[in-house]
């Protein structure tokens, strides 16, 4: 199975932000242990911190080229009308990821854009969530 792992502003910071919430790992480390957990499929991996670069993805994996897509959009879950679109505009199923529990935090952060046309949301899970999203896409 092909799958896009997108995450958005900021969490090329792992590891080194906020470490109390976020914890001490890079993502480019937790990927590693993802595919070996996941070695029959395709684990691609992007980053980026500008939302059109996202949108970008989102399009260009969405029809066919992956089947499944795990999405961390960081702050933009919560301001982005643009991504929500995308996601929505997409066959791919997506799977909304979220390392804090959103719903826990500061009070803009409680609303996500993206739950209602994700096919699944894994919210306050650590990285472990990323590996929680690639099972769901797997069943």
């Known amino acids: ?30 990927l590693e242990e993802l ?4 070695p029959a499929d395709s684990l691609t991996y992007i980053q980026s ?6 949108i970008d993805a989102i399009q260009q994996y969405g ?5 499944g897509i ?5 702050g933009y879950t919560h301001t982005s ?15 909304e990821v979220h390392i804090t529990d959103i719903n ?11 739950t209602d046309v994700c096919a699944h949301s894994v919210i306050g899970h ?3 969530g990323y590996r929680e999203a690639i099972q769901f896409l797997r069943k």
């Open 1 to 30: 199975m092909n799958i896009l792992i997108l995450n958005g502003p900021n969490l090329n910071l792992l590891g080194q932000r906020e470490p109390d919430l976020y914890g001490n790992r890079s993502f480019e480390d937790y």
């Open 70 to 74: 795990v999405l961390n959009a960081g």
């Open 49 to 54: 911190n500008h939302e059109g670069d996202l």
């Open 126 to 128: 650590g990285l472990d």
């Open 35 to 38: 595919q070996r957990l996941f």
């Open 81 to 95: 009308v643009s991504l929500r679109d995308a996601v929505a505009a997409v066959r791919t199923p997506v799977v």
């Open 63 to 67: 029809f066919g080229k992956a089947q």
């Open 104 to 114: 826990q935090r500061e009070p803009f952060r409680r609303h996500s854009f993206l």
